[in-house]
């Protein structure tokens, strides 16, 4: 199942990020995930958050740019060695991840990581195939 | 003891002069008539004839040339000689659209290395100096000019052209190079490096430095003759009207001497295009009365300066103008070359960003910088940094083929760029000059 996520031009100077959680907060966003890819200049961040509709308007109403990126969330064992062999079997698949991040929730003995990759179709019968879950929205509490 | 290369020109009687400027006018006038249909065709707009102007006091009653007409007359428009008659061509550092390129004969060619051999002489050059030019040789009219009037005073003359800071510091060093050419920011660049190097300035063998193209400060004069224990001068002139040494300053330091034998000035309003009385501050503007190839009448320079006929101690009578105070038009000199904000908005149109931008030039170890700021817009922005540092980098080599200078581009934030209230402020030069 797809889920989307925030994605957040912000330029690289104190107090961006700080902006961002505020209008969330004053919004009762709820925040699952957050990863930022950033380079001399600027960044980008990503976000997971409860409500991604409503945290999307907003952030555009506050002025920032932003885009929807659909992106899977994996459920994996929370112990130490439950990632390998998930990304092992993406790698045998020859698939290309593009950037991977974990999130907040922690429940059941699972750990949950987003993936952003080139090739849906492949990533979800290479995981089916290895008998790895896509986490629901529902099991995430996301709308 | 002061130097003269022509004496008996360079401390001509102020009639002198104005007989000098009266006849060559009127000659270059009807030459220009006789010769440029471009500009003809300007006179005849005006209902002006060569037969209007019988002196240096007509001159106002001519029409004004602009960067705009080289353009459009761009490349043989302007000139006043054929072809064959031409010997050599020098152009901007200008860019796309923007270049002027600018015709001699061999005579303009003798004149230029006139000009340029009396300001090696005005900072004690004789026969006797070794002369290093450390401006660009080729088209740029830095190298040539200043290596010509070099040759002219019989100095030793080593055409080092620019860079290879080791080269240029062995030469000094080895040959004992005693007169520096070059722009003041390469100057200080050479001196900040002999003094890491551990040289103090008695061990510098130059005594004196003739310093173009750029402006620069008297904060930068006096610390380019500190560490390098040397006179530093300053030169001017423009690719249109020859090259360097259309002016240049004597001992005095305070300001330079036109050669008003071949060059008339006149300080004008930009706004109305009148003249303004003497020492006023205004618009600088220049008639070539001897140049053959490119003969220009009343060019507009769009530099703001004043003009002072007070008496020099140097014993020149040529008009002084003072440094040049700023523009009257957006064009930004960086490292040498010649910006128009225009040229970096059409660059980032055509590249699919918006026209909220803004320039940002400051100074790093000696060197002009450029920055483009720019705003992400969500057209432009994708979640993939990969991407938009390949756009970031596309428009930077956008803008280096534009403005034949490297440019930074620094993505911000929607809406982080001032909206002033009027006219948008695109360029912040935080140079200090």
């Known amino acids: 199942m797809i889920v989307h996520q925030i994605s957040i031009f912000l330029e ?29 200049d600027y960044g980008v961040l990503r976000l997971i958050v409860d409500n991604a509709e409503k945290a999307t308007n907003i952030l555009l109403a506050n002025g920032f740019v932003l885009s929807m990126t659909p992106v899977h969330v994996v459920a994996v064992p929370d112990h130490a060695g439950g990632l390998a062999p998930v990304l092992e079997a993406l790698a045998e698949g020859d698939l290309d991840i593009e950037y991977m991040y974990s999130l907040f929730t922690h429940k059941e003995g699972k750990a949950y990581m987003v993936f952003r990759n080139s090739d849906e179709e492949k990533f979800i019968s290479l995981l089916e195939a290895h008998g790895v879950k896509l986490a629901t929205k529902e099991e995430l509490g996301l709308k | 003891m002061p130097n003269y290369y022509q004496p008996e020109i360079e401390t001509a009687s102020h009639e002198q002069i104005l007989a000098w400027q009266n006849e060559r006018l009127i000659k270059q006038v009807q030459h220009v008539w006789d010769n440029v249909p471009y500009y003809r065709k300007k006179m005849e707009e005006k209902g002006v004839t060569p037969a ?34 031409c010997v050599r061509i020098q152009s901007t550092s200008g860019t796309t659209g923007k270049r002027v390129v600018a015709f001699y ?22 026969k006797e100096d070794v002369c290093q030019v450390s401006y660009g040789y080729g088209l740029f009219t830095g190298g040539p000019g200043l290596n010509g009037g070099s040759h002219k005073v019989g100095c030793l003359t080593i055409p080092t052209s620019s860079g290879n800071t080791e080269r240029q510091i062995m030469f000094i060093r080895d040959l004992q190079s005693t007169i520096l050419c070059c722009t003041p920011s390469y100057a ?20 004196a430095g003739i310093f173009g193209a750029e402006a620069w400060s008297e904060e930068m ?108 038009d957006d064009m930004l000199i960086i490292r040498g070359v010649n910006v128009f904000p225009s040229q970096i908005e059409s660059v980032l149109i055509n590249a699919g960003y918006p026209a909220n931008y803004q320039i940002i030039v400051d100074r790093a170890n000696h060197s002009d910088t450029l920055d483009v700021q720019v705003e992400m817009t969500p057209e432009m922005f994708t979640d993939n940094v990969g991407v938009i540092k390949k756009r970031q980098s596309g ?39």
């Open chain 1, 12 to 40: 690289n100077r104190a107090g961006q990020l700080a902006q961002v959680t505020r209008v969330l907060a004053d919004n009762g966003i709820d925040m699952r995930a957050i990863s930022i890819a950033e380079t001399t």
């Open chain 2, 52 to 85: 209007d102007i019988k002196s240096v006091d007509d001159l106002h009653k001519l029409p004004f040339v602009t960067k705009a007409d080289l353009r459009e007359a761009y490349p043989y428009g302007l000139m006043g000689k054929p072809l064959k008659d």
């Open chain 2, 105 to 126: 004969t061999q005579h303009d060619i003798d004149l230029w290395e006139d000009c340029c051999a009396r300001a090696i002489v005005a900072v004690g050059g004789t």
């Open chain 2, 188 to 207: 200080a660049y050479l001196g900040e490096t002999m003094k890491e190097m551990g040289l103090t300035p008695d061990q510098i063998p130059l005594k």
């Open chain 2, 221 to 328: 004069r006096q610390d380019i003759q500190n560490t390098l224990g040397i006179k530093a001068y300053d030169i001017y002139g423009l690719t249109e009207l020859s090259g360097p040494g259309v002016s240049f300053e004597c001992s005095e330091q305070s300001g330079m001497h036109i050669n008003e034998d071949h060059f008339i000035a006149e300080i004008i309003d930009p706004e109305t295009g009148e003249v303004l009385p003497e020492g006023a501050k205004g618009e600088l503007v220049f008639t070539a009365i001897t140049k053959e190839a490119f003969p220009l009448l009343r060019y507009r320079t769009r530099d703001i300066c004043t003009l002072s006929r007070k008496k020099c101690s140097c014993g020149r009578t040529h008009v002084k103008m003072s440094k040049p105070m700023g523009r009257s």
């Open chain 2, 395 to 433: 428009l930077e080599a956008g803008l280096r083929s534009m403005l034949g200078i490297s440019a930074h581009v620094i993505l911000v934030a929607p809406k982080s760029i001032t909206r002033s209230e009027g006219k948008a402020v695109r360029v912040i030069d935080k140079r200090k000059i």
